[in-house]
């Protein structure tokens, strides 16, 4: 069952792609103002979770519905305007290379609203020093480190405001000390401003770390879910298996 406080809610979805049935019947909800995470294996349909939220795939049946709508019945432009209240950050950061970090930054600001220059930098400035990237606003992307493109990515994220906030695999191809610093952030953040966060990842240590609530996906299901301490001691087939890098 969903819960009706749920700021994301999932009830009995299914979506294939021709004949590969992805989810099959899944049923989970995102608690407000928490991080969520997601775990799986490859191809168990973490993505696909995650288009279905911003509205990019639509379910085969089912409901999803995220900030109290049924995402399945917006129309085009109920879609963008549910989008502007979710940011994301991008497995390989999707910076825009030929744009200065304040540039990036600044994207969906001078995109989606009329706020004056002024304004503007300013909301960059802010964003920045919550990411701890002050100082960096004339700095191409290609003069950062993995980790500070990470930041100045997530500082384009949370620009916005969003309500919601999806990590996609945030610490893929990081050295160790970086992983620590993006779960650093992750976790600044949630306690800088009130958002709702979902991580999708395959990394058990960051998910114990940062995670309210962790969720395993396996065979298109919620094989598992429960609170990091739930997880870490669990002695269900599944949550072993997954640890042991077998599934």
Same mark, same amino acid.
């Given at each position: 069952?969903?819960?009706?406080?749920?700021?994301?809610?999932?009830?009995? +979805?299914?979506?294939?792609?021709?004949?590969?049935?992805?989810?099959?019947?899944?049923?989970?909800?995102?608690?407000?103002?928490?991080?969520?995470?997601?775990?799986?294996?490859?191809?168990?349909?973490?993505?696909? !979770?995650?288009?279905?939220?911003?509205? +990019?795939?639509? &379910?085969?049946?089912?409901?999803?519905?995220?900030?109290?709508?049924?995402? &399945? =019945?917006?129309?085009?432009?109920?879609?963008?305007?549910? =989008?502007?209240?979710?940011?994301?950050?991008?497995?390989?950061?999707?910076?825009?290379?030929?744009?200065?970090?304040?540039?990036?930054?600044?994207?969906?600001?001078?995109?989606?609203?009329?706020?004056?220059?002024?304004?503007?930098?300013?909301?960059?400035?802010?964003?920045? =020093?919550?990411?701890?990237?002050?100082?960096?606003?004339?700095? &191409?992307?290609?003069?950062?480190?993995?980790?500070?493109?990470?930041?100045?990515?997530?500082?384009?994220?949370?620009?916005?405001?969003?309500?919601?906030?999806?990590?996609?695999?945030?610490?893929?191809?990081?050295?160790?000390?970086?992983?620590?610093?993006?779960?650093? !952030?992750? !976790?600044?953040?949630?306690?800088?401003?009130?958002?709702?966060?979902?991580?999708?990842?395959?990394?058990?240590?960051?998910?114990? =770390?940062?995670?309210?609530?962790?969720?395993?996906?396996?065979?298109?299901?919620?094989?598992?879910?429960?609170?990091?301490?739930?997880?870490?001691?669990?002695?269900?087939?599944?949550?072993?298996?997954?640890?042991?890098?077998?599934?």
């Amino acid at each position: 069952m969903v819960s009706d406080g749920a700021v994301i809610q999932f009830e009995d +979805v299914h979506k294939s792609f021709d004949e590969n049935h992805v989810l099959r019947g899944l049923t989970f909800d995102v608690p407000k103002g928490k991080v969520t995470t997601i775990l799986g294996p490859s191809g168990s349909g973490k993505s696909v !979770l995650l288009k279905h939220i911003i509205g +990019v795939l639509k &379910a085969d049946s089912g409901t999803v519905r995220v900030l109290g709508q049924d995402v &399945a =019945r917006l129309n085009r432009g109920g879609v963008q305007v549910l =989008r502007k209240r979710i940011g994301v950050l991008f497995q390989s950061s999707a910076l825009f290379d030929s744009m200065s970090v304040l540039e990036n930054v600044a994207f969906g600001l001078r995109m989606h609203t009329k706020m004056p220059e002024e304004e503007v930098r300013a909301k960059v400035a802010e964003c920045l =020093r919550r990411v701890n990237l002050s100082g960096v606003e004339d700095m &191409a992307p290609g003069e950062l480190s993995g980790g500070m493109r990470k930041r100045a990515a997530l500082a384009r994220a949370i620009a916005m405001d969003p309500a919601i906030i999806l990590y996609d695999e945030p610490t893929t191809g990081l050295d160790p000390k970086t992983t620590n610093v993006v779960g650093d !952030l992750i !976790l600044d953040i949630q306690g800088q401003i009130d958002i709702t966060a979902i991580v999708v990842t395959h990394d058990m240590p960051l998910a114990l =770390r940062i995670s309210d609530k962790i969720a395993l996906i396996y065979r298109g299901v919620i094989a598992s879910q429960g609170t990091p301490k739930e997880i870490e001691t669990s002695e269900e087939d599944i949550i072993r298996r997954f640890v042991r890098g077998e599934l």
